[in-house]
């Protein structure tokens, strides 16, 4: 072999050798250009999904704002606890005015009967025993008579705050 053979065989290997390498070069930019698009795809359905998780806790948030509202709405029509108390120390002032004169009613009705007693049968015995069932009937009256105030009572506040 002469030096032109093995110096025109080096010039075909390298010309061989040249092609080989565009082809891997050329094989290397078409996946690279084929991985950026599928990075790109990806980017983009994770930008979509962004916007859609976002979206949907924007809705939520709608919703329990909405909630709250309603809550805060309802909050308002709710009789307040001032009212409330004030209301009630009334009822039970009331109650107590009430229950005060029964008493004295009763204290002065039983004697006024007594004296009734005393007048037409003269015996003490028989006094006794017509202020022992006094005293039950106030037993039994004075408690129905409270809760009848106290139904009157809560009647008027009910009216009072409907009127509100």
Known sequence: MDDDQVLREIAHLRELLEVKVR???????DRYEIQIDHVRSLFASAERADIK????????????????????????TFLPRAVYDTAHKAVNDKILVNSERLNSMDLRLSSRLDVLAGITAGGTSERAEGRAGRADMSQVLVPVLMVLSVLISVGAIIAVVLKK
Request: proline content about 0%.
């Open 53 to 76: 998780a976002e979206q949907s806790a924007d809705k939520r948030f709608e919703a329990v704002n909405e909630f709250r509202q309603q809550l805060a709405d309802q909050a308002v």
């Open 23 to 29: 082809e891997l070069e050329k094989r290397l930019d």
